[in-house]
């Protein structure tokens, strides 16, 4: 985009669970390309420091497993816009634990699959009927290579990120007919506090290194190097881009090629 647009002109994004990390990086760049972009995230402290920026950002909290916030959320957009939500981005997400799937808590299960799935699901009910009436849309689902590969040692992780490929696919040919397009990113690791995070529980359970467990990860990538925010900012701007207006149905790795998601004792 390169006019100047008002408000009204401007066509509306709603990015989940962009208080920091690939969510952030996603806003700040669609704010960039032209986007009136809203927000949400359950840390209110991000959500507050987002929201005093300069950029425009509209910040909410909302916590994506709880369908009435969420509800509050979307409703929050559409009067903003006068209706209008032409691009979803169902990014909020939780790692959920590393463990073998027999000491795999049950409530972690559950806890990662209302965030990682039933959230999604929630955002999809409210946003949907907005996109029919309005004749186009686009949906981009943040999924992951674990979506890809499977994950050992993270049960509730992979099989919610599985769930998303699944969800992708069925939207793709359910919304087609109305001119939504639906997609799916699958990010490697991302460098930052939660890989950080993973990789620090990963070498506890293993009783190795850090240092050693990252070297691993890394030797898993043809490109031997994680990858940043931005990139994944980048491909969601061109797939909600006219310039990928018959792009859907699609799971697109941004990855640097991840040869495996196995890690070896």
Same mark, same amino acid.
């Given at each position: 985009?390169?006019?100047?647009?008002?408000?009204?002109?401007?066509?509306?994004?709603?990015? %989940?669970? *962009?208080?920091?990390? /690939?969510?952030?990086?996603?806003?700040?760049?669609?704010?960039?390309?032209?986007?009136?972009?809203?927000?949400?995230?359950?840390?209110?402290?991000?959500?507050?420091?987002?929201?005093?920026?300069?950029?425009?950002?509209?910040?909410?909290?909302?916590?994506?497993?709880?369908? *009435?916030?969420?509800?509050?959320?979307?409703?929050?957009?559409?009067?903003? @816009?006068?209706? #209008?939500?032409?691009?979803?981005?169902?990014?909020?997400?939780?790692?959920?634990?590393?463990?073998?799937?027999?000491? @795999?808590?049950?409530?972690?299960?559950?806890? %990662?699959?209302?965030?990682?799935?039933?959230?999604? +699901?929630?955002?999809?009910?409210?946003?949907?009927?907005?996109?029919?009436?309005?004749?186009?849309?686009?949906? /981009?689902?943040?999924?992951? @290579?674990?979506?890809? +590969?499977?994950?050992?040692?993270?049960?509730?992780? *992979?099989?919610?990120?599985?769930? /998303? /490929?699944?969800?992708?696919? @069925?939207?793709?040919?359910?919304?087609?007919?109305?001119?939504?397009?639906?997609?799916?990113?699958?990010?490697?690791?991302?460098?930052?506090?939660?890989?950080?995070?993973?990789? #620090?529980?990963?070498?506890?359970?293993?009783?190795?290194?850090?240092? *050693?467990?990252?070297?691993?990860?890394?030797?898993?990538?043809?490109?031997?190097?994680?990858?940043?925010?931005?990139?994944?900012? #980048?491909?969601?701007?061109?797939?909600?881009?006219?310039?990928?207006?018959?792009?859907?149905?699609?799971?697109?790795?941004?990855?640097?090629? %991840?040869?495996?998601?196995?890690?070896?004792?």
């Amino acid at each position: 985009m390169s006019e100047i647009m008002t408000d009204e002109d401007r066509p509306a994004a709603l990015v %989940t669970g *962009a208080g920091a990390g /690939i969510g952030k990086a996603i806003a700040l760049a669609l704010a960039a390309d032209g986007w009136r972009v809203f927000i949400c995230d359950a840390d209110q402290q991000a959500v507050v420091a987002i929201g005093a920026r300069d950029d425009g950002i509209d910040a909410m909290l909302c916590d994506v497993s709880d369908e *009435a916030q969420v509800r509050q959320c979307v409703a929050h957009v559409l009067d903003a @816009t006068g209706g #209008r939500l032409d691009l979803l981005v169902n990014n909020a997400g939780i790692s959920g634990m590393n463990a073998p799937v027999e000491d @795999t808590d049950a409530e972690d299960f559950r806890r %990662t699959m209302d965030v990682n799935v039933n959230g999604p +699901f929630y955002f999809l009910r409210q946003a949907v009927p907005a996109m029919k009436a309005k004749g186009r849309g686009s949906i /981009i689902n943040i999924a992951s @290579t674990a979506a890809l +590969f499977g994950y050992p040692n993270r049960t509730s992780y *992979a099989a919610s990120k599985w769930a /998303i /490929i699944g969800l992708t696919k @069925t939207l793709a040919m359910e919304l087609g007919p109305f001119n939504i397009r639906a997609n799916a990113i699958c990010p490697g690791s991302v460098e930052g506090p939660r890989i950080d995070g993973v990789i #620090r529980r990963d070498a506890a359970n293993r009783g190795m290194d850090e240092s *050693a467990v990252r070297r691993i990860y890394e030797s898993q990538v043809s490109m031997r190097k994680f990858v940043n925010a931005e990139d994944i900012a #980048r491909m969601c701007v061109f797939l909600a881009s006219d310039a990928a207006a018959m792009v859907s149905g699609q799971v697109i790795a941004v990855d640097g090629h %991840t040869e495996s998601l196995s890690v070896p004792l």
